[in-house]
């Protein structure tokens, strides 16, 4: 039976068919944790907009150091699998809780400016997702929001990647395999070079391209919050021989000092099957531990925030 991945029409939202929309939604997060959006509310002209800005870049600023970096490793004569580093181009913006996007240098005005334009709409999407989960899970309106905020509210960050030509794609991932640290994760990719899979049922699945779709995917975070209800899930790039693969992943997550812990709602909702099965920490903390143990199973990370459990206050959660 072929695995057909889910694909929604977030417009249908607004109409007769929100019904059935939101149940898609649900069953995405709980049995793929991912899905794809299309009709988000993004213009298509905006999209259009930074994608070309993003290639410029690349080609402008980031491709020759890509090419001097893999000519000075010896990459393209390797014989052996690689497994210590991935093949892809990359740079990071910070938005919230304060943006850096005026410090990075080579960016060019235009860029910066749509950028932060960008930036504003995937945030307004991504609380807008948060909402509609809390409407799923059965929480109280806001709920996720607060409890991501912490003191400082969310930290919201884009990794801009750029995945070039490998002439060994069997032996050099463009991105391990891993599942992501944090909340919401949603992805601008490229629609014409694929190279995205998740793991499900044990099966490497793609990620269909599609032009103006953003994907999205739940954070190790929102399994703590959900206590396992919906799950982060195992995804990798798969590098290509030919094209070179755009990819604007963006992650709205918890305040570096926000506690995560299962959702007591759900907890009682669910009493006479439900036990707790994740602990309770600051994200900062699960960050710290991520930051060396990426790229290997998440089960061990959230068995050693149990461990660090008993130093963890329950403060308030923020009331934005």
Not at 272 to 278: A, D, H, M, P, V
Request: aromatic share 10%; hydrophobic share 40%; net charge negative.
């Amino acid at each position: 039976m072929e695995i057909t991945f889910p694909v929604i029409d977030f417009s249908k939202l607004n109409g007769e068919e929100r019904g059935a929309t939101m149940e898609m939604i649900k069953d995405a997060c709980e049995n793929w944790g991912f899905f794809e959006l299309l009709n988000h509310g993004i213009s298509n002209e905006l999209m259009d907009t930074v994608e070309r800005l993003t290639m410029e870049h690349y080609r402008k600023c980031m491709e020759q150091r890509f090419k001097e970096m893999v000519a000075s490793k010896g990459l393209e004569a390797v014989q052996s699998e690689i497994n210590d580093m991935d093949w892809e181009s990359t740079f990071f913006l910070c938005h919230l809780p304060e943006s850096n996007i005026s410090e990075i240098p080579e960016l060019e005005e235009d860029y910066r400016k749509v950028m932060k334009e960008f930036a504003v709409e995937l945030e307004k999407l991504a609380e807008q997702l948060l909402e509609i989960l809390c409407e799923n899970l059965g929480l109280e309106q806001g709920y996720l929001k607060k409890v991501f905020y912490g003191s400082k509210g969310p930290t919201f960050g884009t990794k801009v990647s750029n995945y070039p030509p490998c002439p060994k794609p069997d032996l050099i991932k463009g991105l391990r395999a891993h599942t992501d640290a944090g909340g919401i994760i949603l992805l601008f990719q490229d629609d014409k070079v694929s190279g995205l899979q998740l793991l499900k049922d044990e099966q490497w699945v793609d990620v269909p391209p599609i032009k103006h779709s953003i994907v999205i995917n739940l954070g190790d975070q929102l399994e703590v919050i959900t206590n396992g209800k919906y799950k982060s899930v195992m995804h990798r790039v798969i590098a290509q021989t030919d094209g070179t693969r755009m990819s604007i992943a963006s992650f709205y997550n918890p305040g570096s000092d926000a506690v995560m812990y299962p959702a007591p709602a759900l907890l009682e909702k669910e009493a006479e099957k439900s036990q707790l099965l994740y602990p309770k920490f600051v994200f900062e903390d699960y960050m710290k531990l991520y930051a060396g143990l990426k790229f290997q199973a998440k089960e061990p990370r959230f068995e050693a925030m149990k461990n660090m459990e008993s130093t963890v206050n329950m403060g308030p959660i923020a009331t934005v």
